[in-house]
């Protein structure tokens, strides 16, 4: 499989910047296994899926994870990554070539940051000196909104709200779980009506998902590992679900790739805590997923990758071509699709 393999055309227009008001609002493309296509909007979703399937989200809670610190004189751009075990922060470094093992970095007149391992292609490791690190955040820190996310002005104050999803609790992702976003306590009313359950885990989506491939060779890409937490009561739950004859149905592709590391080989799911790095690319056997609910992703990313091994390439490709055709709008803004498991 080649890079180029995983291209497409997309009007700059078709980018979303603002999400759907209300957020259910949003427009549903249903990718059916025959390879037909429904267009809907989130509202039906209830309708689309059956008593006893279980939807699965991602409880993380976005951060605001950019950052500025000063090295007496220079600007040191500072996006955060995830959180070792040891309490520091891999992060992401920019204007840091000079930057060496203890520098503080002063980024508030309460807040700095030391770093403890050498800057290598742009990634460090920093320790942040507070007490309560969130709190810092809060007061000296930005969302690290995608860069196809126009905002020449800086992001919006609405945006804290709008790149949250109604599921986040627990606090730690750099970037938005985006399929969460269509959720409402509406549509979550009709779901549970139609008898369609809800398990929670936590996957923090960490910076490297806005990194790009880079290697026409796309087996030749490494991924960013991210933390993730699959309890053994929602294990146990979504074993039960399936059993039951229920269908288990991530909510995003975050939600999809911690159910596939916390799957066994023969689809069982066992509790999860810890780090993972799992690369999904067409060939991948699906263990733990029936159907997928997931947004509209950039081409030639690792998420249409998973996508495409998920639903099949040339579905995924007559996919996104009905959707560009009938004015869908894409990205983490953007409408949603529901797949089937090809």
Not at 59 to 76: C, E, F, N, S
Not at 179 to 198: E, I, Y
Not at 242 to 249: D, K, L, N, Q, T
Request: proline share 5%; net charge negative.
């Amino acid at each position: 499989m080649k890079l180029s393999d995983f291209g497409y055309d997309l009007p700059p227009e078709a980018i979303a910047v603002v999400p759907a008001r209300p957020r259910d609002a949003a427009r549903l493309l249903h990718v059916r296994g025959d390879g037909g296509l429904g267009d809907f909007v989130m509202r039906d979703l209830a309708g689309l899926l059956r008593a006893g399937d279980l939807l699965v989200v991602n409880d993380t809670k976005v951060i605001p994870a950019q950052l500025t610190g000063m090295r007496g004189h220079a600007r040191i751009g500072i996006t955060l990554d995830r959180m070792r075990e040891d309490g520091c922060w891999r992060v992401l470094l920019r204007n840091a070539r000079r930057v060496r093992v203890g520098d503080v970095l002063e980024i508030g007149p309460d807040f700095a940051a030391e770093l403890v391992e050498t800057p290598q292609g742009g990634v460090g490791v920093l320790r942040f000196m507070t007490e309560d690190l969130f709190a810092a955040l809060a007061r000296h820190g930005a969302l690290a909104l995608p860069p196809y996310i126009a905002r020449p002005d800086g992001v919006k104050a609405e945006d804290a709200a709008d790149y949250q999803t109604m599921f986040a609790a627990h606090e730690g992702a750099v970037a938005a779980p985006t399929a969460g976003l269509h959720f409402t306590p509406r549509l979550m009313d009709g779901l549970s009506q139609a008898g369609v359950g809800v398990a929670r885990v936590t996957l923090h989506v960490g910076a490297g998902t806005f990194l790009p491939v880079r290697n026409e060779d796309v087996t030749a890409h490494k991924m960013h590992a991210e933390r993730g937490i699959l309890s053994p009561a929602v294990a146990a739950r979504i074993n039960e679900a399936r059993a039951a004859g229920g269908r288990i149905i991530p909510v995003g592709t975050t939600a999809l790739r911690l159910l596939e590391s916390a799957a066994g080989d023969d689809g069982v799911i066992h509790e999860f805590d810890g780090e993972t790095d799992i690369f999904i690319l067409p060939g991948y056997r699906f263990r733990a997923a029936d159907l997928l609910v997931t947004n509209f992703h950039l081409p030639h990313s690792t998420l249409l990758m998973l996508v495409s091994a998920f639903a099949g390439m040339a579905r995924i490709k007559a996919a996104y071509e009905h959707a560009i055709t009938a004015g869908y709008r894409f990205y983490s803004y953007g409408d949603a699709c529901l797949l089937e498991r090809a």
